[in-house]
């Protein structure tokens, strides 16, 4: 009689760990627009296990690069960009995130990480001319862990690192202010074109430490009063979070 109740035990434990793994809620189809997860032990769980391809970006041609058995080992070697998507708990149908704009994702140790990113100007040397490019930089970092059974978000860090510059993108930037300078005195259509690109080029070489720039960013306005005011104080606001994550790592 022992014997039974002891073999009955282990099969009621064996059940119930088994039942634990099994997730509780229904799960959205592959079209299924956002992104939910949930938490399973110490880690964070997607939903959608099905196998995922990554293809090559030509439209004319179909290639599968490489192949992962899911979307957590798909994140585990790779970031994914996402755009406004919302990431929401399906256990309790509670929205964890859901701010618009383009972001990375990745997986590690359990976490989901989030990487907000943002377009800015770098110098690239290939080329003789025209070497002010633009691509995605990493601005902030935040990670989604499990705690307790829990679902919890990191406080959202500054991550940016400074994107290339030389002395030759320092002189661009100057010739650059100063021909737009002149678009303005001359009241030339170019102008409103110039603004924006002039502006962000300053932010990137005020970031790498150039006073000049520095100086001109902040007084933007007072050389091109026409300018959008919101879209200059976010340039702002991400020089001042550099200049503070710089100082703190100085200070340390």
């Known amino acids: 009689m022992t014997k039974t109740l002891i073999f009955l035990f282990l099969i009621l434990i064996i059940f119930s760990c ?45 290639e599968v690069l490489a192949t992962y058995k899911n979307k957590i080992e798909y994140l585990s070697k790779r970031k994914s960009s996402s755009g406004s998507e919302t990431i929401y708990n399906l256990k309790t149908g509670k929205v964890i995130r859901n701010e618009f704009g383009p972001y990375l994702k990745s997986y590690k140790d359990g976490r989901l990480i989030i990487e907000p990113i943002r377009m800015f100007f770098y110098w690239d040397k290939k080329y003789e001319e025209n ?13 989604i862990y499990v705690e307790n059974d829990s679902i919890k978000t990191t406080k959202k860090e500054f991550i940016l690192e400074p994107p290339l510059i030389n002395n030759r993108a320092l002189k661009s930037a100057n010739e650059y202010f100063e021909e737009t300078i002149e678009l303005k005195n001359k009241k030339l259509d170019d102008l409103e074109r110039n603004l924006w690109s002039l502006q962000e080029i300053l932010l990137t070489c005020a970031i790498n430490g150039d006073k000049i720039s520095k100086e001109r960013l902040l007084n933007f306005q007072i050389f091109f009063p026409s300018y959008d005011k919101e879209r200059l104080n976010k340039s702002i606001e991400i020089l001042k979070l550099y200049e503070q994550k710089a100082h703190t790592h100085n200070s340390v």
């Open 18 to 62: 088994k039942k634990e793994i099994k997730p509780f809620f229904d799960c959205p189809d592959e079209s299924w627009p956002d992104c939910g997860i949930y938490s399973r032990n110490d880690s964070i769980i997607f939903c959608d296990t099905t196998r995922v391809n990554l293809v090559s970006g030509e439209h004319k041609k179909y």
């Open 131 to 143: 070497n002010w490019i633009q691509k995605y930089y990493s601005v902030f970092r935040e990670e």
